[in-house]
């Protein structure tokens, strides 16, 4: 073995421990609600999480913009999954009005790339910089009465299970 190849084994020995044993204290908008997390972790994959899953053997908790109140998004002692890297636009097809993204992806970002088109979401709050997979997960609201939850403009989403499995979730 290498030192190189050495090397990059301790590095990555290190980043293990560190995340396994540096807790750190987390906090949603309010600033209200602190709770003292085991490690945050920001994957950058559908499949990263899965992994992050798989790998843990304790309680996880999963933060999106940190807009839920009241500590929602935090388990005292647990891996946290900010999935704020989680952002990015996997498809977008204006004429069949159907775009793929990332749970960590905001309501205003999505907005922001369909406006162009003539296109917006039909049920929003007024206030959209919350991540889209928080929205969901919580069955959010819009502001427009008898309209129903955001949920109602999804055809379907991908989704990690507890044993670290990836199934796609809609309607049917």
Excluded at 22 to 51: C, L, R, Y
Excluded at 85 to 93: C, D, G, M, T, W
Excluded at 128 to 152: K, M, Q, T, W
Aim: include cysteine; proline fraction near 3%.
């Amino acid at each position: 073995m290498t030192i190189k190849k050495i090397n990059f084994l301790f590095c990555c020995l290190c980043l293990l421990l560190s995340i396994e044993t540096q807790a750190v204290i987390v906090n949603d908008v309010t600033g209200m609600t602190p709770v003292q997390v085991a490690a945050v972790v920001q994957p950058e994959s559908t499949q990263q999480v899965a992994e992050l899953i798989k790998q843990t053997s304790g309680s996880i908790s999963i933060a999106g913009g940190k807009y839920s109140m009241g500590g929602q998004t935090a388990i005292q002692g647990a891996l946290q999954i900010d999935t704020q890297k989680l952002n990015h636009v996997i498809a977008f097809n204006p004429e069949q009005k159907l775009l793929t993204i990332e749970a960590g992806a905001s309501w205003c970002q999505v907005q922001e790339l369909i406006d162009p088109y003539g296109l917006s979401v039909k049920i929003m709050q007024s206030y959209a910089d919350f991540s889209i997979g928080g929205s969901l997960s919580v069955n959010v609201h819009g502001r427009y009465f008898g309209e129903g939850p955001i949920i109602l403009s999804v055809e379907e989403f991908k989704i990690v299970l507890a044993h670290g499995s990836v199934v796609v979730a809609s309607p049917t």
